[in-house]
C-alpha cells in the first residue's frame, strides 16, 4: 500500500487512519483535536514549519505501522533464539512505547470526560493496571525466564522443571493481561464511541484497539510458538 496523506489531507483524517501520527502532531503542537478539521498544509503553516519534512516523518510512521500485525506462522520453523530476539524488538520495545505515550491521553479524556461517561473512568483504572503488569511481565521475561529460554534452546540448563514452572507463570500473566484488555473491550462496548466523542476520545479508543491487538499477537508468538517447544 503506497503512502496515502498529502498536504491537502485533513490533519484528523490522518490521525484517524493512523493513529500513532498523533504522537508527531503532539511534538510540533498541531492541534489534530478541536483544529484538526485543516489541511495539514494549514497546520504546517500555521506553526511555522516545513510541509515535507512533517510529511516525511509521517511516511516513517506508515512505513513502521502499516504492517505491524505480521503473521506470525512463519516463525514456527524458526529457532527460540531468533523468536526471543524478535518478540524483544517488535513487541517489548513498541509496547513500552506505545504506553508511554498513550498514557496522557487517557488521563486526558477520563478527566475531561469521566463526569459524562463514568465508563472511562474505568478505562483509567484498567489501563493503568494493565500498563503496571505488562511492563512487569515484560521485564521478568528479559531477564529471567528468556535466558532460560535460551539455555533451554542450548541444552545447557541444570534444572529444566524451574524453567518450565517459569513458563507456567508467564501463560498465567498473559492471561491476567488478556482478562483486563477484555474488560476494557466490554466496558467501551468495543471502542463504541460516544455522538460527543471529540478527537482525543477517538485517539484513544483506537490506540487502545491497536494495543490489543498487539498484545495478542505478542501472547500469540509466545504461547503458541515458542513455550509448547518445552512444555
Excluded at 44 to 70: A, C, H, N, P, W
Excluded at 144 to 156: A, D, H
Aim: glycine share 4%.
Amino acid at each position: 500500500m503506497s503512502f496515502p496523506f498529502t498536504a491537502d489531507s485533513l490533519v484528523r483524517d490522518i490521525v484517524n487512519e493512523l493513529p500513532k501520527t498523533s504522537d508527531i502532531f503532539k511534538k510540533k503542537r498541531i492541534d489534530f483535536c478541536c483544529g484538526g478539521n485543516i489541511p495539514l498544509s494549514q497546520a504546517v503553516s500555521q506553526r511555522g514549519l516545513d510541509i515535507d519534512t512533517v510529511l516525511e516523518e509521517l511516511k516513517e510512521v506508515f512505513e513502521k505501522y502499516q504492517d505491524e500485525e505480521k503473521d506470525v506462522t512463519v516463525w514456527t520453523d524458526s529457532n527460540s533464539d531468533t523468536i526471543i530476539d524478535y518478540v524483544i524488538e517488535n513487541y517489548h520495545r513498541v509496547s513500552e512505547e506505545e504506553l508511554k505515550n498513550l498514557s496522557p491521553y487517557v488521563t486526558k479524556v477520563s478527566r475531561v470526560h469521566g463526569d459524562n461517561h463514568p465508563e472511562l473512568l474505568k478505562v483509567y483504572e484498567l489501563f493503568n493496571e494493565f500498563k503496571k503488569e505488562l511492563l512487569e511481565h515484560m521485564e521478568k521475561e528479559e531477564a529471567t525466564v528468556f535466558p532460560l529460554i535460551r539455555q533451554l534452546e542450548k541444552g545447557t540448563i541444570e534444572n529444566r522443571q524451574e524453567a518450565i514452572n517459569q513458563i507456567v507463570e508467564l501463560e498465567k500473566e498473559h492471561d491476567q493481561c488478556g482478562e483486563i484488555l477484555r474488560q476494557i473491550r466490554s466496558i467501551t462496548s468495543d471502542y463504541a464511541l460516544p455522538l460527543d466523542a471529540c478527537g482525543t476520545y477517538r485517539l484513544v479508543y483506537a490506540r487502545l484497539e491497536a494495543l490489543e491487538g498487539l498484545t495478542f499477537m505478542h501472547v500469540h508468538l509466545e504461547n503458541n510458538i515458542l513455550f509448547p517447544r518445552y512444555m
